[in-house]
């Protein structure tokens, strides 16, 4: 009997543009512009021209004056390059969030907090009339995902706030794009008919492996603008004098990990039934020589120990975090008897990582560093341990959480909440006090369901984790969902957001959602064509409230806890509590 196959066909590289139709006069043109006419066509392999490259991953696009590119603070996937006209870019301290279509979260006064057990609504997501309405110097226009933010009063802001001016020729938000790393301005048009060129992460990604020109360009951008700031953020760089930095950065090599979109691909396998894929980078591996610390920049790694056939989770390394530290300087203390890494990392995600090599660290950086910076050596005991021993220094956080639970958190890619809500269900008695107070302070309405995956004793709720790598964040065409500036949660503002559901269908944990909100007789809002409007809604973790989390605070059985799992530390003193 013969085997039948199911066969599709192949996904291809250029099944989705970026621009459904790029008329070939617009790309003559660009092809005759720099830096596209310098770049050497014949670099590109016949696989991924240049000019297939621009058909399919970059689009032209024009603003008004005074609407806004990009604002600082938000997660996006392309760069952009002024074709023509110019724009501006707000330097630090930067606009005010009021001006870029956000809203600053404000406590509850006291008797509005009180008056929340009385006066509430009884209707199913009522809204506020303040709510929906924008009276912060910034306002939605369009729909869709081409919807824009414009800025009021152009003049009155150039006179008060300062700005660079950024012409024809010229990129920016590619660093942004690359490293999946939140904006560090806002650019906004300056001309009626200003052209830019956006660039998708793909396309930008291709034109820097074949054209070496713009990889230098950017490569020296970063050097310029962001690197000194990262390293200087760094506590064991801050002691270096400006020559010995420059000393590191002009050795420190870039690196990008993974998938870019690892959001989509991780949703269709958890529809399905699957583990996440176990395909992951391995940026060092154990055993191997320690040739450089590896610094996380953005995105996430797992530490790894081979056992048997596999490889067992120990902690989970994220921005800021060092790899290879130890060893180094291990190496360094004793150079008679040098060690190989201990450890592998693995990237989980998307990541964008420094490497120092070891004799810059060793000729510039260690000699001088405070003693109470630096790793201790390691003991011959732990060198010989078995990596089950809950006493080794790097596995003891893992082994104590246990394989079970660790492949569980990495799996589900848990690791990347910073509010994570996770419920012991050996406490947890279902009397459902925590919905009912998340309802009680946000109108009626709870902001999260107590039911998710679960391993042992240990469930994760499906609420809002305000995430380290925020995916619901990139693409939103309005800036309604962000990250506050006083906490770093992430909230939507309902007065811009538009319903386009970009959000919600980005967030990898099924925790945003869109609904038809009502106003205080019970109709639906509509919008002027009399259609009932969407808005996204999610757990903003009671910002306005006192206290913390209403959920948390409710629980009478101490079985709810909102966890930053980045911090596996925090984690086992819960689970040992």
């Known amino acids: 009997m013969d085997t039948l196959h199911f066969k599709i066909e192949r996904p291809d590289r250029w099944d989705n543009p970026f621009e459904p139709e790029f008329p070939d006069a617009d790309l003559d043109r ?85 008056a929340q057990l009385w006066g509430n609504s009884r209707l199913t997501e009522y809204r506020r009339p303040d709510e929906l309405t924008s009276d912060h110097g910034a306002a939605p226009v369009g729909r869709g995902p081409e919807a824009g933010v414009f800025l009021q009063d152009v003049p009155r802001l150039l006179d008060q706030h300062k700005t660079a001016v950024i012409v024809a020729g010229e990129f920016f938000g590619e660093i942004a794009a690359l490293s999946r790393m939140p904006r560090t301005a806002t650019v906004f048009a300056d001309g009626d008919d200003t052209e830019l060129l956006e660039i998708r992460w793909q396309g930008l990604r291709d034109l820097l492996r074949f054209d070496k020109a713009i990889k230098t360009h950017i490569e020296q951008t970063y050097r310029k603008n962001a690197l000194e700031n990262a390293l200087r953020a760094i506590p064991l760089f801050q002691h270096l004098s400006e020559s010995d930095l420059q000393k590191v950065m002009a050795e420190t090599q870039f690196g990008t990990f993974g998938d870019y979109e690892w959001s989509g691909e991780y949703k269709r396998l958890a529809k399905a039934g699957q583990a996440a894929p176990e395909k992951e980078p391995v940026v060092a591996a154990e055993n191997d020589y320690p040739d450089g610390v590896v610094i996380i920049r953005s995105g996430f790694a797992r530490l790894t120990k081979q056992f048997g056939s596999g490889q067992r989770t120990l902690n989970y390394l994220g921005a800021g975090r060092f790899f290879g530290l130890r060893e180094i300087v291990h190496n360094w203390k004793n150079p008679a ?60 956080l893992g082994n104590r959480v246990g394989p079970e639970l660790m492949e569980f958190l990495t799996a589900n890619r848990f690791f990347n909440g910073t509010a994570t809500m996770v419920i012991d269900l050996a406490r947890c008695t279902r009397c459902d006090d925590c919905v009912r107070a998340c309802a009680a302070t946000h109108d009626n309405n709870p902001r999260f369901l107590r039911h998710g995956p679960s391993s042992g004793r240990v469930q994760v709720a499906q609420a809002c984790m305000h995430c380290t790598d925020p995916v619901c964040m990139i693409g939103c065409p309005t800036g309604a969902i962000h990250r506050e500036a006083a906490q770093g949660n992430v909230v939507i503002n309902q007065s811009t957001c538009i319903g386009c559901t970009t959000c919600a269908n980005q967030c990898p944990y099924e925790a945003i959602r869109m609904v038809e909100p009502r106003d205080r007789d019970g109709g639906f809002v509509t919008d002027q064509e009399l259609k009932p409007i969407l808005k996204a809604t999610k757990c903003d973790l009671c910002l306005e409230q006192y206290g913390g989390p209403a959920c948390e605070r409710a629980c009478p059985h101490d079985a709810l806890k909102r966890m930053n799992l980045t911090d596996l530390g925090s984690f086992v003193k819960w689970l040992e509590r």
């Open 30 to 114: 660009l092809l005759g512009t720099a830096p596209f006419c310098d770049m050497q066509t014949e670099a590109f392999p016949k696989s991924q021209p240049l000019r297939q490259i621009l058909r399919n991953d970059t689009r032209l696009r024009r603003f008004k004056k005074g609407e806004i590119i990009v604002r600082a603070g938000d997660y996006g996937s392309s760069a952009f390059m002024i074709v023509s006209g110019h724009a501006r870019a707000a330097l630090p301290p930067g606009l005010p969030d009021r001006m870029l279509g956000r809203r600053q979260p404000q406590k509850l006064g006291i008797f509005r907090a009180i």
């Open 337 to 396: 008897s040098p060690i190989a890494f201990q450890t592998s990392l693995r990237v989980i995600g998307y990541t964008h990582t420094l490497f120092i090599p070891t004799s810059v660290m060793e000729r510039v950086v260690l000699p001088t560093a405070p003693q109470n910076l630096l790793p201790k050596p390691f003991t011959a005991a732990e060198l010989n341990l078995d990596d089950t021993d809950p006493l080794h220094e790097q596995g003891g």
